[in-house]
């Protein structure tokens, strides 16, 4: 069985299912190079099917997720604010606007999807399934994990009228996911963080990792209590303030709430509004986890909140929770994942269990494999050296060149789906000087302040990172932070935040055996213990896709060599700088 899972909006993606496993997932970023693409995903869906080697025609099942309407099971949600803001005029206007903007919003992108359906699906013979924004979230969370029952926690800005859900998920049951806590889209932990991105400077819906990392720098108690006029959880009940201090749009700021917040140091207010996310979560989490009788149980999460990795790691640190999964692509752009799932169950649900089974995601190498199209590269074949290696070869001289403190731009198979770089489209290089992050974030045009990331071999993160677990799924996707050890800060400063801290990417021999084998021989050589790992693009651009792009940055200074693994050769390109090269 064939199943396309699409969503149409906010890093619009498409994703195949082949008999309960994805097979290919793709952003449509990637092919157009705009950067969170919202774009309806032909590129995208193109891509999925002919990497299957079938057409449109061969689709079993088309299933939607980016939206589906209102949920009659939230009436009681609305009803409530209703009557808790009834007298007060400005909050009852607000609610009215959120209401009014989500219909018409997301009006148009179904009617997109709509007549998308109707040139290209033939109705007499293949399905097309809706399914609600936080219900593909949350199925993109539990089915991909590899738990088989816990609670499934899903939060971003908005979706179908809810903000934040939590369910409870058990694998063999006839409904795997119940929800047992919802928040509606006016009561929002992502517009409460896109707010303060926005009150800062930076663009909401794109820079919310940069308060993430300014937030070391600042005192999180010194604007805590303004953060707090925002938004609190009381009694299990995310309770927000609206008027001139909350209002789940990300903009307009209010007069009131712009003078006040200029009381307060740029960096006090991230580290205020990033500690009080952090308790926020975990202070709901922990409230319906204790009414519903739940302890030291899995966690799965899924939803744009869940890109911020410091509350990953302060959730997982909760007594109540065993472990915790971060779904990769967990904006939404993963939300065809969920969809895919979800139809999956609904269509297999009196099958075998083997028919029902739906395949952990164990990697998310789900995109197109790496080409030379020549599209980007005319008039550079004199500029461009290449030479071809074995892989052991490659080695050697990938290490030389790393020992030289070249920056590598590495491509290697299929590109990852989701907003993490995992060394298949790549940049990395030495961490034994943390000054390298002033020179590589001017390369990349990147904020100053913003921290890299490592890439460990599973066998050295036992001395890198305290109470390291080789069985936390976070790290083999980069999805939480982890405390680092006297050790690693001392070997590795350059990809360790100022709060002691580092956002890692764990391999295996298997998982990844060339940056497996290249690490080896990078602690042996170097003593280090990591190399810094930063997605291959540069500022406001997608990851990149193929070598054309690749060779784009070589030729702009943004990396000094590229290396394209293809099986057992790699080809390294060079930028030859004499009076004939064209800059």
């Given amino acids: 069985m064939y199943?396309?899972?699409?969503?149409?909006?906010?890093?619009?993606?498409?994703?195949?299912?082949?008999?309960?496993?994805?097979?290919?997932?793709?952003?449509?970023?990637?092919?157009?190079?705009?950067?969170?693409?919202?774009?309806?995903?032909?590129?995208?869906?193109?891509?999925?099917?002919?990497?299957?080697?079938?057409?449109?025609?061969?689709?079993?099942?088309?299933?939607y997720s980016w939206s589906k309407g209102f949920d009659e099971s939230l009436l009681s949600n609305y009803v409530n604010l209703g009557i808790k803001y009834g007298s007060d005029s400005l909050s009852l206007k607000i609610i009215h606007e959120r209401i009014k903007w989500e219909i018409h919003r997301d009006l148009e992108k179904r009617a997109e999807m709509g007549r998308w359906i109707e040139k290209n699906v033939d109705k007499s013979r293949?399905?097309?399934?809706?399914f609600y924004h936080h219900e593909a979230h949350a199925a993109s969370a539990g089915y991909y994990s590899p738990f088989d029952r816990g609670i499934v926690f899903t939060s971003d800005g908005r979706g179908d009228f809810e903000s934040t859900t939590l369910y409870k998920f058990d694998r063999q049951s006839a409904n795997p996911l119940s929800r047992i806590f919802s928040a509606s889209s006016v009561e929002s932990f992502g517009y409460f963080y896109g707010r303060i991105t926005a009150l800062l400077g930076f663009t909401p819906m794109r820079h919310e990792g940069k308060i993430t990392g300014?937030?070391?720098?600042?005192?999180?108690?010194?604007?805590?209590?303004?953060?707090?006029?925002?938004?609190?959880?009381?009694?299990?009940?995310?309770?927000?303030?609206?008027?001139?201090?909350?209002?789940?749009?990300?903009?307009?700021?209010?007069?009131e709430l712009i003078v006040e917040a200029m009381q307060f140091k740029k960096e006090d207010i991230a580290a205020a509004a990033q500690y009080h996310l952090e308790c926020m979560m975990k202070d709901l989490l922990s409230f319906h986890m204790a009414k519903n009788?739940?302890?030291?149980?899995?966690?799965?999460?899924?939803?744009?909140?869940?890109?911020?990795?410091?509350?990953?790691?302060?959730?997982?640190?909760?007594?109540?929770?065993?472990?915790?999964?971060?779904?990769?692509?967990?904006?939404?752009?993963?939300?065809?994942?969920?969809?895919?799932?979800?139809?999956?169950?609904l269509l297999n649900q009196n099958e075998t269990e083997v028919k029902k089974t739906i395949k952990q995601l164990k990697s998310v190498y789900l995109g197109p494999e790496a080409k030379l199209r020549g599209n980007h590269v005319s008039n550079s074949s004199e500029q461009i050296l290449s030479s071809s290696f074995a892989i052991d070869s490659a080695l050697v001289y990938l290490?030389?060149?790393?020992?030289?403190?070249?920056?590598?731009?590495?491509?290697?198979?299929?590109?990852?789906?989701?907003?993490?770089a995992l060394c298949n489209r790549s940049i990395i290089a030495h961490t034994s000087d943390h000054l390298i992050n002033l020179s590589l974030n001017a390369r990349l045009r990147r904020t100053e302040f913003m921290p890299f990331a490592p890439v460990v071999r599973e066998e050295t993160a036992h001395y890198a990172f305290i109470n390291f677990s080789p069985n936390d799924p976070t790290f083999a996707f980069m999805t939480s932070t982890a405390s680092c050890t006297a050790e690693f800060i001392k070997r590795s400063p350059a990809v360790v935040h100022v709060d002691g801290t580092a956002r890692p990417q764990v391999v295996t021999?298997?998982?990844?055996?060339?940056?497996?084998?290249?690490?080896?021989?990078?602690?042996?050589?170097?003593?280090?213990?990591?190399?810094?790992?930063?997605?291959?693009?540069?500022?406001?651009?997608?990851?990149?896709?193929?070598?054309?792009?690749?060779?784009?940055?070589?030729?702009?200074?943004?990396?000094?060599?590229?290396?394209?693994v293809r099986g057992n050769i790699a080809n390294q390109y060079l930028f030859r700088h004499d009076e004939h090269s064209v800059q």
Wanted: a negative charge; proline letters at 3%.
């Fill in 3 to 63: 199943i396309l899972g699409i969503c149409n909006d906010e890093t619009a993606s498409a994703s195949l299912m082949v008999n309960g496993e994805i097979i290919c997932a793709v952003s449509e970023e990637r092919f157009t190079r705009v950067k969170l693409d919202s774009a309806f995903p032909e590129n995208a869906i193109r891509f999925c099917i002919e990497f299957a080697g079938i057409s449109l025609k061969d689709i079993d099942v088309f299933a």
């Fill in 126 to 130: 293949q399905r097309v399934i809706d």
């Fill in 214 to 255: 300014l937030a070391a720098y600042g005192n999180k108690l010194t604007a805590l209590d303004f953060c707090r006029k925002m938004i609190r959880v009381i009694d299990g009940e995310i309770v927000v303030n609206l008027g001139n201090y909350y209002s789940p749009f990300f903009s307009p700021l209010s007069d």
């Fill in 293 to 345: 009788g739940i302890t030291n149980t899995a966690v799965m999460c899924a939803g744009g909140v869940f890109a911020n990795v410091k509350v990953t790691q302060q959730l997982k640190e909760l007594p109540l929770v065993s472990n915790i999964y971060v779904q990769p692509q967990m904006g939404d752009g993963g939300l065809c994942l969920g969809a895919c799932a979800l139809a999956h169950h």
């Fill in 399 to 420: 290490i030389e060149s790393l020992k030289l403190k070249k920056i590598i731009g590495l491509i290697i198979g299929r590109m990852e789906f989701g907003p993490r």
């Fill in 509 to 564: 021999e298997t998982s990844h055996n060339f940056i497996w084998r290249v690490l080896s021989s990078w602690e042996e050589t170097s003593g280090e213990m990591s190399l810094i790992n930063t997605s291959f693009n540069i500022h406001e651009e997608p990851i990149i896709c193929d070598v054309d792009e690749g060779i784009i940055a070589l030729r702009a200074g943004v990396i000094d060599e590229l290396w394209v």
